[in-house]
């Protein structure tokens, strides 16, 4: 019987395979919306660009540059959309652990996509903004900046509190 505690104490949880599914569906679906809101909003804004007076003028950098962040915006909603869409087509089949698993993989290629679009949107901004040289510094500043608070302490929090 104190196997069986220990056990409990390292897993944390005392539930099914099934149980585990659902509650890590339902933990992936309410992180999706968090990110589903700043990359929707953000591609909506970047669609709009286009249509201003501003945009003619602007240098063939610069325009190729927004091209890249557009499509890029495109990719990472449809990435962050997805895990809805396999989750409406696979519902009742049974598959839910297999159904987390994708679209864990699907959140987190979208949260790339959304980092290289942040990125590129900031850029874009700062050299029409600007001109001015230091813009690429202080974009990969906060690249940098980014990929330590989504990346760096998740995993650093991983590897120090956890045993697997």
């Not at 019987?1 to 099934?18: I, K, P, Q, S």
């Not at 890029?72 to 087509?89: E, W």
């Amino acid at each position: 019987m104190a196997t069986a505690v220990g056990d409990e104490r390292r897993r944390g949880r005392n539930e099914t395979e099934e149980e585990r599914a659902d509650r890590m569906w339902g933990e992936l679906i309410q992180e999706v919306r968090v990110a589903q809101t700043g990359v929707q909003i953000l591609f909506g804004f970047l669609l709009t660009v286009v249509f201003t007076p501003r945009y003619a003028s602007l240098e063939d950098v610069d325009r190729a540059i927004y091209i890249v962040t557009v499509v890029l915006g495109a990719c990472a909603t449809g990435a962050l959309i997805g895990p809805v869409s396999l989750h409406r087509l696979v519902s009742g089949r049974r598959v839910k652990s297999q159904a987390v698993t994708w679209a864990s993989r699907m959140t987190f290629v979208g949260l790339m996509l959304l980092l290289a679009t942040m990125t590129s949107a900031l850029l874009l901004i700062l050299r029409v903004a600007t001109h001015d040289g230091y813009v690429p510094y202080l974009v990969t500043g906060v690249l940098v900046w980014y990929l330590v608070f989504w990346f760096g302490v998740p995993l650093w929090t991983r590897h120090r509190y956890s045993s697997h």
